[in-house]
Each structure stands twice: as C-alpha cells, then as structure tokens.
C-alpha cells in the first residue's frame, strides 16, 4: 500500500494544512481573532493614544540614527499635525518608499516618544491623493509564521465567493431552532464575521457578544455534543457481558468494613451496579473530592464483575497510588477468599511472568497495577471491568488500551480532580457521571495557613514539635534540582537543611527519581512510623494515606496550580488529629499567584476551587494538556452554561429527528477531527 503524500511544511499548501485549512469550507469557518478599522482617516491631532488608527501624511523628512542603535526615523505630517515613525528593524526597500513629499496611508497604535507622539513599526503603503477606503472592518486572522494577512485575507474571501449559494454555507439549524435561540442564519453570521460593516461596533466583535459570534459558538459546542452523544448512543449498541451478581461477596464486604458506606456512596454504587448489569458497555466517570471514598466504590464495582464470572482491573498513573490500591484491595477482599494480583514495571521478570501467566489463564480475577497492565504481553481470559483511576493523567491511547484487553468490557473512570459542572456537560458528554459529593466521616477539618518565606525557622520549629510530640509531617518541594532560572529549593537541599535543623527528627525523601524499590521502602517507613517527616516533590499528590499525618508544609505555594494544592493538602486531615496546611510563599507575589493562595486558604470545597480555578485559568488552560483527546474550543466559551445544555438538548433532537444535518454540521466544525472526540 502506497504512503499517503506528505505535504511539504514550507510550501502555501503546508503552511495552510498547518492550520487545518484545505478546503473552502474549511476556510469559511477560519474566524478573525480580531479586526482593525481601516474604514476611515484620523487626523494627527485627533489621534488616539495606545490605540490603533488609520492616518494620510506625507513624508518630511527621513534618516537612519545610530542613538541608541541602529533604526530609521521618518518625521511625518497632515494638515493637523506631525508625528515620527519609527522603525527598529528595517529594509532597504521600505527607506526607499519614505522619499521626502510622498503621501502614505498609515496604521499603528500612537504613544507618546521622545520627539513627541509617535509609532513604532507602522504598516504603511504608498497612496494617491483621493485614495479610496475599504468599506468594512479588516479581519486579523489566526496564521503561521511565513503565512501574510494579505495572502489568507484573499484565499478567505475567494473561498467566500466560491461557497455561495451552496452546501457549504446551507443552514444545518431549521428556522425553528434560529428564532428559539434569538440566532442568526449561518451564512449571514459568516459573511459578517469576515467582513463586518463600519456600523458594527468593534467592541462587539471583539468581545465576541455580536450575534454572529453567539451563532459560531453555539455552532461549535453543538457539534461537539452532537459527536459525543452520537458515540455514547453507537456504544450503547455494542454487545458487553452482563455482570449480573448474586450479591453475597459484596454484602460480605459490607458486613465486614469498620465503617458504614456515605450517601453519596451508596447512591454511586447504586448508578454503577445498574450500569453493570446492562448488554452494552458502560462508561461511566466517578468524579469526587480528595478523601470522598472511591476505593471502596470501585471494590464493590470489581466484587459483581467476579461474582459474575469475570475479571477486574484496576490502572494507576504511579506505583505510589497503585500501591495505595493495591494495599486497601488487599486489606478489604483478602479475607472474603479472594487474591489481588499486583503488576508493574518494577517488579522482577519472574515475579512479572509468573502473574501476567496467571491473569492470562483466568486464574488470577483481580489485578492492580499501572501501565504495565497495557503491555503487549499482558492478556485477560475475561475481562469484565477496567477501571482507571486519575484518568486525566493518562493519554488517550493509553485508556482505551486497558478497556481493549476485554471484548467490550465495561469501564469505570475515576477522578479527584472535581471538573466544573459545565465543563463535565460539555468534556463529558459521552460518559455517564456520578458524584461523590459528601465526605466520610471522621475527616477532620484542615485549617490552611499562609506564611512568608521569611517566616521559614517558625515553621521549621512547628514542624519539629509536632514530629518530636509524636506526629508526622510532609515537606513538599516542587523541584529536584536546582534551577537559576526559577531559584526554587529543591528537594534535596530541603532535606539536607531540615536534617542538619532536626537532628532528633527522622527525616525522609521521597522523589520521582528515586528507584522504585527505593521509593517504596521511604514510603513503608513513613508508614510504619520509622520516618516522622517525609520530604518530596509532588509524587506524592495523590493516594498516600497514612492517618497519623496532621501536617504539611508546601514550599514554593505559588508555584503550584490550585488542583494540584488541593490534592497535596488532602494527603493529611485523614485520622483523628487537628490538621494543618502551611503554605510557604515568596514575594513579591504575582496578580494571578495571589488569586490562586486566596482561593485555597478560603476554600476546602474542591468543586468551589475547580469553579474558582476555571475562572482564573479559562477551559483551555483549565483542561491542561491534550490528554483529554479534545480540540480546544475555538471560538465557544465553555463557562457559558445557558448555550451549554441548549446545545446538549439540540444534539439530543437532531440526533433523533435529523442525521442528515448531524452529518452536515459534523463535517462542518471537526472535519476530520471527530474521532479525537470519542476517547
């Protein structure tokens, strides 16, 4: 089979492929990122400081200086006025065209220089007396380097032309629809978008609160739920083992657990034990805060799959939370007769064969590891459940390859990373998903601090009392080595100071450099109680449980992101003691690092601090890498709750009542991008 025909990256057409631009329709919904008001000439006098204009001068004079450096300096006049351009990087050519008398058009922002108003590196060009002015705003689009404005501005407005009165630019939204939602028609949104109007007011359009935007928006989360609905219904077709269960393992467990199961989690078991039961897949996302009791959730899920007659497993990101896992596992079933098979990298090649042989035989129905359960060699004789934990830090790939080692096995996804309410709508619109949104209880309360760096030898003192009367603490460094850029401590300077602070202290350091093995071994300690204070970076942000740790120091607090504070702060507050978070900044503090400290000392709520943090970081920041297998909205604001669910109802409809247009709008805003949807 021949390779398909790479497109060379420098060529036209490898510049536009770049940007996903190959054919006219594509073009067509390639939007302006903003516009610039070439429609009118502003005089000297009237010109708007820190704004952008449009001016006609005429050259006075024109020279190169040396004073500071090197850069060409024209002095230029109107009837009103005069002002300088200034040019810091220059050609030959453009000298050339500031001959003294020519009369250019010039557009640039205004400011105030040394030799009065001024702008640096105008756009200009040679004009006749009565020049004539364009009759619309000027679209500034998205493009790549060696990609003019002149050269998209004209491929857009000849694909424009093209598209007219064809498929391309044919409602896929029946009139119905437009006049419910108070939208316009898509070929009139377009057509203004491109080429708005001196009437329409920019702010509008940059704002994007035009009327044409709304359309575009609500046109983009449309056909993102209409491809994950429409893969949630084509999963629903799909053939999967019934994990119907008698029930006795299960009330064992119940009976058996020195604690009573919360609302939430019954009511989570209940969604999950229903789905199980089901002919198709399931796949189904249990989201819940730091401590809310997923472990036990995700045990009753595994214990009916077993009951039924098939296997069970469980995937994590670290060996640190799958050895969490695995140990709970281990504590909660052992004793209803059943064995909990653990794999990862680390183990020998023996101890690996020796399990993988026997999961592959069927013998072994219960496994948890990390990504070494989505090796090659690993093979499952019935695999009824996946079930993978800290999705978000897994790729794509990586959780479908799990889900795959069964033929149509149900599937569980676990976060404790709480994702908004509308981002769960639109990221999520293919999966079903419970919340547990109650904590256990017994969680004490953890009172959050802010203390400055200078402050550094009273916390060293609190953390040596409370190690010396008895407790343990976590020291967490965000680095391992050093940094001049960022001049943060590291972990191990860390360790080495507290060690020569604390000498009645036993101090340990944990890191993700460390073997695994050795890794281990610090953790097992810190257990057991051997080692008092833990140093480490952030591999330990999520499944360490040891109860008798009360507090935590985060250097550096303003460095981390507000889920990851969230997280490493709910490594304590899970025994009995009163617990504290310190978090040790340095100033001065930036406007959004501020922001971040407040929302964290305020709030114990983790759906609040998500809330807070999408406001802070906006959705695509907020989503964080492309893991998640989604394309970034372009143009649609995924805060907007309102067009959120109008597009979830309106997916549901079309979906039912209409596949044509689905197919329609579908090729329209993901091209061939929708399969990156269904992850």
């Keep these: 089979m021949a390779k398909p025909k790479t497109i060379p990256d420098n060529t036209l057409t490898g510049k536009l492929a770049r940007l996903g631009l ?16 070439e429609t009118r000439v502003t005089h000297i006098t009237d010109a708007p400081l820190g704004s952008p204009a449009q001016f006609q001068v005429r050259v006075l004079d024109c020279e190169v200086v040396f004073r500071p450096r090197r850069q060409l300096i024209a002095r230029v006049a109107d009837e009103s006025g005069a002002m300088t351009l200034r040019f810091l990087n220059f050609y030959p050519s453009q000298q050339k065209m500031l001959q003294v008398g020519t009369l250019l058009r010039i557009f640039g922002e205004v400011h105030d220089g040394y030799l009065g108003e001024e702008i640096i590196h105008p756009r200009f060009q040679v004009c006749d007396e009565t020049p004539v002015l364009p009759d619309c705003l000027t679209p500034v689009y998205p493009t790549t380097a060696g990609l003019g404005q002149g050269t998209l501005r004209r491929l857009i407005s000849r694909a424009l032309e093209r598209c007219e009165g064809t498929a391309a630019m044919t409602d896929t939204l029946s009139p119905a629809c437009l006049k419910s939602l108070n939208l316009p028609e898509f070929a009139t949104a377009i057509r203004l978008l491109h080429t708005p109007p001196p009437t329409v007011r920019l702010a509008d359009l940059e704002s994007r609160k035009h009327p044409a935007w709304r359309r575009v ?7 993102q739920q209409l491809s994950l609905r429409r893969a949630y219904f084509a999963r629903r077709t799909r053939v999967a083992p019934k994990l119907a269960a008698n029930g006795k393992l299960t009330s064992a467990l119940l009976a058996s657990l020195p604690f009573s199961l919360t609302a939430a989690q019954v009511r989570t078991w209940g969604e999950i034990a229903a789905d199980l039961i089901q002919p198709h897949p399931m796949q189904r996302l249990l989201q819940g805060d730091v401590g809310s009791g997923k472990t036990i959730v995700a045990a009753l899920a595994m214990l009916q799959a077993v009951e039924a007659g098939y296997q069970a497993a469980l995937m994590a990101p670290t060996e640190i939370l ?4 695995y140990r709970k596992l281990r504590l909660w079933l052992e004793p209803l007769g059943l064995k909990v098979a653990w794999l990862t990298g680390s183990l020998k090649a023996k101890e690996k064969r020796t399990v993988i042989s026997s999961v592959g035989a069927g013998d072994t129905v219960l496994v948890v590891g990390t990504h070494a359960l989505i090796e090659s060699n ?7 459940l996946a079930i ?24 569980l996804t676990m976060s404790a990373t709480p994702i908004p309410r509308t981002l769960a709508m639109s990221l999520y619109a ?26 550094r030898d009273d916390v060293v003192e609190r953390v040596r009392a409370a190690c010396v009367a008895g407790g343990q603490a976590y020291w967490v460094c965000p680095l391992i080595e050093e940094s001049e850029t960022l001049q943060l401590k590291t972990a191990e300077e860390t360790h080495a100071m507290l060690v020569a602070a604390m ?3 036993q101090i340990g350091l944990v890191h993700g450099r460390l073997k695994n093995e050795e890794k281990a071994a610090v953790m097992s300690a810190f257990v057991d109680q051997k080692i008092r204070l833990l140093v480490a970076t952030t591999v330990i942000e999520v499944g360490v449980d040891v109860p008798n740790a009360s507090l935590m120091v985060i250097e550096h607090a303003e460095r981390f992101g507000l889920a990851q504070l969230h997280q490493l702060r709910g490594r304590v507050g ?5 617990s504290t978070c310190i978090l040790l900044y340095a100033q001065p503090l930036g406007q959004l690092a501020r922001a971040r400290l407040k929302v964290i000392y305020e709030n114990n709520d983790g759906f609040e601090i998500a809330n807070q943090d999408l406001r802070l970081r906006g959705p695509g920041e907020f989503i964080g890498a492309r893991q998640s297998g989604l394309p970034l909205m372009r143009y649609a604001d995924l805060e907007d709750v309102e067009m959120v669910a109008s597009a979830r109802n309106m997916a549901e409809e079309m979906l039912e009542q209409n596949p044509a247009q689905v197919d329609a709008h579908l090729a329209r805003w993901l091209g061939g991008r929708e399969d990156l949807l269904k992850a």
């Design 574 to 578: 899970r025994g009995a003691a009163h």
């Design 430 to 455: 293919d999966l079903d998903v419970s919340v547990l949104d109650e904590l256990p209880p017994g969680r004490t309360p953890i009172v959050t601090k802010l203390v400055a760096e200078t402050r």
């Design 378 to 384: 690993v093979g499952f004789a019935r695999l009824g």
């Design 503 to 505: 000498p009645d202290v």
């Design 217 to 223: 928006q609500f046109d983009e989360l449309l056909a």
């Design 388 to 411: 993978v934990d800290e999705q978000h830090r897994f790729g794509v790939r990586q959780r479908l390859a799990l889900k795959d080692k069964g033929q149509f096995a149900h599937q």
């Design 322 to 325: 799958a050895e969490q896992h």
């Design 22 to 37: 190959r054919t006219d329709a594509d073009f067509i919904v390639h939007l302006p990122l903003r516009y610039e008001d």
